[in-house]
């Protein structure tokens, strides 16, 4: 997490911009811009198209047409990948094998490491801050099967946090987990927001986020049909639930960026123990 200062440029940039899959537009010619600091809800019903723009800003969609910049890069031509943070609309962490807390949320160390890269003992810490940052700091050596979803919820929020992104994107952060979770949720992206971290949150709802939510971008048909103050947004939103459209969140199969890597051997946290 950290403290840039606006003058270094916004944190997300979108010029006439179309984004879909494959050469299907699911959202078309919007604008955009999230200043650094910002902390931004993305709002919109089912297939409406904002999970398609939020992948677009990482590379996950086509960009069809016009520009997107994170950070004041192209998308897809940030150098150090590190600097941006994503916690994917998924409830649970699962895998083939087994890990505990620590190895998940080290995994989002490697951003700032690469692959090859033995954890240190700046690394080491951290993914102790990031842990203790989601209030799971007892749970560290525990395996992630045995937490509860909003548990697990949270370690993929920790292992975001561990690359110490400048811009976190969230997708249904609040989606499935009990009320207790979703609080816990609010505290910690409270702190990240008042550390600077930019927070860019797809949801359908705000709910216990909205005393850290302080903007709204309402997209619909794939058009932003409002962008302002929270407290606005409502009216803008509409009505029922659109169902998914042609093209809106396919379900493509091999490796997804929302997928932890997780190795069958254990995870070395720096050199000297």
Same mark, same amino acid.
Request: a neutral charge; proline letters at 6%.
């Given at each position: 997490?950290?403290?840039?200062?606006?003058?270094?440029?916004?944190?997300?940039?979108?010029?006439?911009?179309?984004?879909?899959?494959?050469?299907?537009?699911?959202?078309?010619?919007?604008?955009?811009?999230? +200043?650094?600091?910002?902390?931004?809800?993305?709002?919109?019903?089912?297939?409406?198209?904002?999970?398609?723009?939020?992948?677009?800003?990482?590379?996950?969609?086509?960009?069809?047409?016009?520009?997107?910049?994170?950070?004041?890069?192209?998308?897809?031509?940030l150098r150090e990948r590190g600097r941006v943070g994503y916690v994917p609309q998924r409830h649970t962490v699962s895998g083939a094998v087994?890990?505990?807390?620590?190895?998940?949320?080290?995994?989002?160390?490697?951003?700032?490491?690469?692959?090859?890269?033995?954890?240190?003992?700046?690394?080491?810490?951290?993914?102790?801050?990031?842990?203790?940052?989601?209030?799971?700091?007892?749970?560290?050596?525990?395996?992630?099967?045995?937490?509860?979803?909003? +548990? +697990?919820?949270?370690?993929?929020?920790?292992?975001?946090?561990?690359? $110490?992104?400048?811009?976190?994107?969230?997708?249904?952060?609040?989606?499935?987990?009990?009320?207790?979770? $979703? +609080?816990? #949720?609010?505290?910690? #992206?409270?702190?990240?927001?008042?550390?600077?971290?930019? #927070? #860019?949150?797809?949801?359908?709802?705000?709910?216990?986020?909205?005393?850290?939510?302080?903007?709204?971008?309402?997209?619909? $048909?794939?058009?932003?049909?409002?962008?302002?103050?929270?407290?606005?947004?409502?009216?803008?939103?509409?009505?029922?639930?659109?169902?998914?459209?042609?093209?809106?969140?396919?379900?493509?199969?091999?490796?997804?960026?929302? $997928?932890?890597?997780?190795?069958?051997?254990?995870?070395?946290?720096?050199?000297?123990?």
């Open positions: 997490m950290t403290d840039r200062s606006p003058a270094d440029g916004p944190a997300v940039r979108l010029r006439d911009a179309s984004i879909g899959y494959d050469d299907v537009p699911i959202v078309t010619r919007v604008d955009l811009t999230v +200043q650094r600091g910002e902390a931004v809800a993305v709002l919109g019903s089912n297939g409406s198209g904002k999970t398609t723009l939020a992948r677009g800003m990482l590379g996950l969609a086509t960009v069809l047409g016009g520009e997107v910049e994170l950070l004041g890069a192209p998308v897809g031509r087994p890990a505990t807390v620590r190895e998940v949320v080290s995994v989002g160390r490697l951003a700032r490491r690469g692959l090859f890269r033995r954890l240190g003992a700046a690394d080491r810490v951290a993914v102790g801050e990031a842990v203790a940052a989601v209030g799971l700091a007892d749970r560290m050596e525990e395996p992630v099967a045995s937490l509860s979803g909003g +548990q +697990q919820r949270r370690v993929l929020v920790a292992r975001a946090l561990a690359a $110490q992104p400048e811009l976190l994107v969230m997708d249904e952060p609040t989606a499935g987990v009990d009320a207790a979770s $979703q +609080q816990a #949720l609010a505290e910690v #992206l409270a702190r990240v927001s008042a550390a600077g971290t930019t #927070l #860019l949150v797809v949801t359908h709802e705000t709910g216990p986020l909205s005393g850290v939510l302080t903007r709204a971008v309402v997209v619909d $048909q794939g058009h932003i049909r409002y962008d302002g103050p929270l407290t606005g947004a409502e009216p803008a939103t509409g009505h029922g639930d659109h169902h998914c459209g042609p093209g809106e969140e396919p379900v493509r199969a091999g490796y997804r960026l929302d $997928q932890p890597t997780v190795s069958t051997r254990p995870v070395r946290l720096g050199g000297g123990r």
